[in-house]
């Protein structure tokens, strides 16, 4: 059964420092989402993929973080630099342009 | 602004005793909503979704459109529906974007 794929699974950094996560999304589908998920939290939308094209990045803080699909395949989301309240669970889902999303096991980020 | 609200981090339940899960909205248009869960160790999963009005797992859930509720429900707990439950809300602006409640730990205790 085809998954979500994200890697990787835990990173720890260092405030200040940069940090990249990566997802691949189940073949075919053409949206693709991340998520942030602090503690004690729902996930909250960060980006929101059309194929290639950035649909929704409302609630990214443009500042420090950004996400590409290039090819409108898989993805990657960068922060740069990380702070503190980083620290939090980043999930990637997809869909195949229907309502159902099919969500990745997550990147545990810890910035110390 | 649209918000869920799930006003229970915690609920704690026996065996075959019936459960329900609460979930609170507010939306200023026609909400589509759904209910997500995720099992220990496992990814978050959709469970079902008001517009399908299946019953998944032996959960129903009704769109209380006067109360702004979706309360998720089961006649008789079982030890495997113990997991995180997230009541979550299509918006804004539909496009199939979720907003999620805080959700709700589900411990059915034996």
């Known amino acids: 059964e085809a998954e979500v794929a994200q890697s990787p699974r835990y990173k720890i950094t260092e405030k200040s420092q940069a940090v990249a996560f990566w997802c691949d999304p189940i073949s075919g589908h053409a949206t693709l989402y991340w998520y942030r998920q602090i503690l004690g939290q729902g996930p909250e939308l960060l980006v929101q993929f059309q194929d290639e094209s950035v649909v929704d990045d409302s609630q990214l803080p443009k500042d420090r973080f950004s996400a590409e699909r290039l090819k409108g395949v898989d993805s990657t989301l960068k922060i740069q630099p990380a702070e503190l309240g980083d620290s939090a669970m980043y999930l990637c889902?997809?869909?195949?342009?229907?309502?159902?999303?099919?969500f990745g096991p997550g990147t545990r980020l810890t910035v110390l | 602004a649209q918000r869920v609200t799930q006003p229970e981090k915690l609920l704690s339940v026996f065996k075959g005793a019936p459960v329900e899960l609460k979930c609170n909205y507010s939306y200023s248009g026609s909400p589509e909503l759904f209910w997500y869960v995720q099992y220990s160790r496992q990814r978050l999963q959709l469970l079902l979704r008001h517009i399908s009005r299946e019953s998944i797992k032996g959960f129903t859930a009704d769109l209380n459109k006067g109360e702004t509720s979706f309360h998720l429900k089961k006649p008789f707990a079982q030890e495997e529906d113990s997991a995180m439950y997230y009541c979550a809300l299509n918006g804004p602006g539909g496009g199939n974007k979720l907003t999620f409640g805080t959700g709700t730990q589900l411990k059915v205790e034996l």
């Open positions: 889902a997809s869909s195949p342009s229907g309502y159902e999303q099919f």
